[in-house]
Nanobody, 122 residues
Framework: QVQLVESGGGLVQAGGSLRLSCAAS????????LGWFRQAPGKEREFVAW????????YYADSVKGRFTVSRDNAKNTVYLQMNSLKPEDTAVYYC???????????????WGQGTQVTVSS
């Protein structure tokens, strides 16, 4: 199956930007979509965005729409999450995951990465 590794997290000031990367390896041909999720302290993991590996379709949670952009680079087997206008409430561990369904549901992603910490200071 697909293996995913996130990177790019760190500490950023409110209003700043950060770009996360998710490198995919293994049987990537089985997966239509790569998605981003996040989990804040004391909260359940929530959906952030996804991008299709078979097209240009994207989908965003309302909380990040207009601020975050998800994209892909098939030559590098990598998906990105460009985060702009960051807010303290964006602080969370961000995870990459994959879905073999098209269109995907927000609850059918698997092959989770280890996550990368994003901390936004005010």
């Amino acid at each position: 199956q697909v293996q995913l590794v996130e990177s790019g997290g760190g500490l950023v000031q409110a209003g700043g930007s950060l770009r996360l990367s998710c490198a995919a390896s293994g049987r990537t041909f089985r997966w239509h979509t790569l998605g981003w999720f996040r989990q804040a302290p004391g909260k359940e993991r929530e959906f952030v965005a996804w991008v299709s590996w078979s097209g240009v379709s994207t989908y965003y949670a309302d909380s990040v729409k207009g601020r975050f952009t998800v994209s892909r680079d098939n030559a590098k087997n990598t998906v990105y999450l460009q985060m702009n206008s960051l807010k303290p409430e964006d602080t969370a561990v961000y995870y990459c995951a994959a879905s073999s369904n098209w269109p995907p549901r927000t609850d059918d992603f698997g092959s989770w990465g280890q996550g990368t910490q994003v901390t936004v200071s005010s």
